[in-house]
Nanobody, 126 residues
Framework: HVQLVESGGGSVQAGGSLRLSCVASGSIYSGACVGWLRQAPGKEREGVTAIDSDGRISYVDSVEGRFSISKDNAKNTLYLQMNSLKPEDTAMYYC?????????????????????WGQGTQVTVS
């Protein structure tokens, strides 16, 4: 049973930075589509960014140029570097991993597509 464990959330002032990490219990990141999604109170969960099986990356428009996704397959770790944070970035952030897929805009894959989820980490920007 694969587990994803997130860390790195917290409270920051607008303009600050955070780096989220998501460690997998197994080698599931290599060749898989992986991503970060977020859910703010009263809103639906949305895809923030993702990497498809070919390494193609996309971001939701609201974070383009501020957030950066990366992964280290050797460490089974997925990262989300978040810079220039805004109050509207406040949400619970989840890492997720699915199967093999090639997508022009992988961040648009629906939440239901992913098989494995982290527990979520809260990001609050004031």
């Amino acid at each position: 049973h694969v587990q994803l464990v997130e860390s790195g959330g917290g409270s920051v002032q607008a303009g600050g930075s955070l780096r989220l990490s998501c460690v997998a219990s197994g080698s599931i990141y290599s060749g898989a589509c992986v991503g970060w999604l977020r859910q703010a109170p009263g809103k639906e969960r949305e895809g923030v960014t993702a990497i498809d099986s070919d390494g193609r990356i996309s971001y939701v428009d609201s974070v383009e140029g501020r957030f950066s996704i990366s992964k280290d397959n050797a460490k089974n770790t997925l990262y989300l570097q978040m810079n220039s944070l805004k109050p509207e970035d406040t949400a619970m952030y989840y890492c997720a991993a699915g199967g093999t897929v090639k997508a022009d805009l992988p961040h648009l894959l629906p939440a239901t597509w992913y098989n494995y989820w982290g527990q979520g980490t809260q990001v609050t920007v004031s």
